[in-house]
């Protein structure tokens, strides 16, 4: 449909015809409350405005998993076809010269009219073996090196950049994995050119061929590129969760965590000269201090990155296998350096968990990630013992305490956001963690302690209620401080703290109807404090929902539980 038709279609206005169905108005329209006519790409008001990017709308029906595993056995059938495909190149380019395939360079006529026939930003990114031409394939890899730091890119980039950009075809053992690559590129395009229409048009078509990559190696897993897989999953998982596409985003966690399992990366014992050696002969030995700390970086990377996507699609449950049994990971803790030296190796999750360990400022943004993730799901679990009974009270009331110990000494151990974004403001060096991360972490751990004071305020330990107040606020306050409102786990966190406000409010408020409440002064005044943190929660997602619009449902889960409460009290 052309703009002109468009424009016409909005100035006639939908209000005269049927309705559009509830859900289905683009995001915008929604938040401003304007009556939408639902047209895609991009709406009759939005054009209107002269408004440049595409509509974004919301999936009201998001597919089940019933269908995404049907349409995962399709996929898998077109890969076949492929890898039959790719066998049969494999093969003619066999055959010739070794020097013909060496001789493959961005500036050989051989190599441009290969790369130029099979793919361009105006052609269908669909041959079995293409990749975008080499200028085109520079600026993409670039333009995601630029930002790599902020997607879990866990490979040393410059040796990424370097093997990426060899003239070498498709496939071959010199450069990063095809999946690897697929993502990257599918990465680039959006950093690159996100405002672009063309771009915009032929992103399908790279996250198709990402996903018909990966399926296609972890069916292969190949040992020897074991960490391209998992980046490039990691990549995708990031993708599909910015893209509000969740499910299938666990599924590709879930298969992460199932590969981690299988080459035992969460048993990695370092050595000082790096040459690791799986007892086990699951992968083949490190040959450096390099691709040891690599495999560490990628374990740590599928730990964390899986741990906080079960917070934001509530399947906290045990869903890691072995891995839910924190004894059974004896791979380090990443640190800042490649090198791992005795204290390092002697620091294991159960030190950390038991409190311990030495203390030592955090230094490195991954380990800051991992210790968050997983203090959050350890409180988690915690909590979900209250709710079963399976433990007895005192023993959670002491296990609880002994955990808070635990948070309150990493808590401390973090670097301050004002110091970070000070140094942000005037270092030419940007630091090892930015502002808005490091903002999202001490949301994460004051989330785990909202947990843990909600355990004890449920329980009636002294002070458990007004602990609970502080670190909910303590919570808001980070995320304002930086405002990482285009992460969906802000609004998940905001949420579930305002939950936890909540049934402590209902609690509270049970109490002064049929408790005996010897002083009723403090139960209001305790109750006036819940009531604003509860506002204060809000008002803070309402602030990050401008930022993230998926934050908007989360939002709306509040408010309308809120809304039940004061009914009842009425």
Excluded at 80 to 102: A, F, H, P, Y
Excluded at 105 to 113: A, F, G, V
Excluded at 415 to 433: D, G, V
Excluded at 454 to 470: D, E, P, W
Aim: charge should be positive; include cysteine; proline fraction near 6%.
């Amino acid at each position: 449909m052309s703009e002109k038709a468009l424009a016409l279609n909005f100035k006639r206005g939908r209000s005269r015809g049927q309705p559009l169905p509830r859900g289905n108005a683009c995001i915008h329209c929604r938040h401003s409350k304007i009556r939408c006519d639902g047209v895609k790409p991009i709406c009759g008001h939005c054009l209107a405005t002269s408004k440049e990017a595409d509509c974004k709308y919301t999936d009201p029906h998001p597919p089940s998993r019933s269908a995404l595993l049907q349409r995962d056995i399709e996929e898998l059938l077109v890969r076949i076809e492929v890898l039959k495909k790719l066998n049969n190149s494999r093969k003619i380019i066999s055959t010739r010269n070794s020097s013909v395939s060496l001789s493959l360079s961005p500036n050989s006529e051989h190599s441009n009219d290969h790369i130029h026939s099979a793919f361009s930003l105006d052609a269908d990114y669909t041959s079995s073996d293409c990749e975008p031409p080499f200028p085109e394939r520079a600026n993409l890899i670039d333009s995601f090196i630029g930002r790599c730091a902020t997607l879990a890119f866990f490979l040393d980039p410059d040796t990424f950049r370097k093997t990426a950009l060899l003239p070498l075809p498709l496939g071959d053992p010199q450069r990063p994995s095809p999946a690897l690559l697929a993502c990257v590129y599918l990465w680039g395009l959006r950093i690159f050119s996100p405002a672009l229409k063309l771009a915009k048009e032929k992103e399908p078509a790279f996250l198709r061929r990402a996903r018909q990559y990966i399926a296609l190696e972890v069916g292969t897993q190949n040992p020897t590129q074991i960490t391209h897989i998992l980046q490039a999953k990691i990549l995708l998982i990031i993708y599909l969760v910015n893209a509000g596409q969740f499910l299938e985003a666990e599924f590709h966690g879930n298969r992460a965590i199932s590969l981690v399992l299988s080459y035992g990366l969460h048993k990695i014992i370092p050595t000082s000269s790096g040459v690791y050696g799986d007892p086990e002969r699951r992968l083949p030995p490190c040959t450096s201090p390099a691709e040891q700390a690599e495999r560490i970086n990628a374990f740590w990377t599928v730990f964390y990155i899986q741990r906080l996507l079960a917070v934001m699609v509530g399947s906290l449950g045990n869903s890691f296998g072995s891995l839910d049994s924190y004894l059974e990971i004896r791979t380090p803790f990443p640190t800042k350096t490649m090198n791992y030296d005795s204290k390092d190796i002697a620091i294991t999750l159960h030190d950390f968990l038991n409190d311990t360990a030495p203390q030592r400022p955090e230094t490195s943004a991954l380990s800051i990630y991992s210790k968050s993730a997983l203090l959050y799901h350890r409180a988690v679990y915690l909590h979900r013992q209250l709710s079963s009974g399976d433990k007895d009270r005192v023993e959670l009331i002491k296990a609880c305490l002994r955990f808070e110990q635990t948070v309150f000494n990493f808590y401390t151990a973090l670097p301050k956001i004002s110091y970070i974004k000070t140094l942000e403001a005037s270092s030419s060096c940007p630091p090892f963690i930015s502002s808005e991360k490091l903002s999202l972490m001490y949301a994460t751990v004051s989330c785990a302690c909202v947990n843990i004071q909600s355990i004890l305020a449920s329980l009636g330990v002294h002070g458990g209620r007004k602990r609970l107040i502080v670190a909910a606020e303590d919570l808001f306050s980070s995320l304002e401080s930086s405002y990482p409102g285009s992460h969906p786990l802000a609004g998940t966190l905001s949420r579930l703290t305002c939950e936890a406000l909540i049934e402590e409010l209902m609690r509270l408020k049970a109490e002064n109807v049929f408790g005996d409440v010897l002083d009723l002064a403090c139960k209001v005044e305790e109750e006036t404090q819940l009531e604003q943190a509860i506002t204060d929660g809000m008002g803070t997602m309402s602030i990050l929902v401008t930022c993230c619009p998926l934050v908007g449902y989360d939002l709306k889960k509040v408010r309308n539980l809120y809304l039940q409460v004061e009914k009842s009290t009425q």
